[in-house]
């Protein structure tokens, strides 16, 4: 399954110079940031904190867009909206598809930069899981 637009982290390398290090950076960056966000809409999800759901939704809505994650893009902006006042009904369900989405983008983005930086290891291991 496809979940990455590739073109828009080539246009992310083209933007940043063809800095292949700093692709690097800014892609570690992401993946542990976004570790963080989804670990945070879980907790969220769990004790009842929309405003925390919401944020962490809108954070990873736009981090997710940036490195060409659409559909998980969609996902976050699926239930930002619906977390503007209440907790929505399916957000156990809700929450577990963009955490499943989420471990399907940093494989596929793994895989990109390996390619893309000829097969150098960027990332320690357990940083990325498939």
């Given at each position: 399954?496809n979940?990455?637009d590739?073109?828009?982290?080539a ?7 063809g800095d292949r290090a700093e ?8 993946l542990v ?5 989804v670990?945070?809409?879980q907790a969220?999800?769990t ?8 944020r962490s939704?809108h954070?990873l809505k ?8 659409n559909?998980?893009s969609t996902?976050?902006?699926t ?6 006042t209440?907790?929505p009904?399916a957000?156990d369900?809700?929450v577990r598809e963009?955490t ?10 793994k895989l990109?930069?390996?390619?893309k930086?000829?097969?150098?290891q960027?990332?320690?291991?357990g940083?990325v899981?498939?």
């Open positions: 399954m979940v990455l590739t073109r828009t982290l246009q992310l390398q083209e933007l940043i110079g692709l690097i950076e800014l892609v570690e960056t992401f940031e976004g570790d963080e966000i670990a945070d809409m969220a999800s004790s009842g904190d929309v405003e925390l759901l919401r939704a954070s736009a981090s997710a867009q940036d490195f060409g994650a559909q998980l996902l976050c902006a239930l930002e909206s619906g977390s503007k209440a907790i009904d957000v369900a809700q963009i499943n989405q989420f471990a399907t983008a940093k494989h596929e983005i990109y930069i390996e390619d930086t000829g097969g150098l960027p990332f320690k291991a940083d899981e498939p």
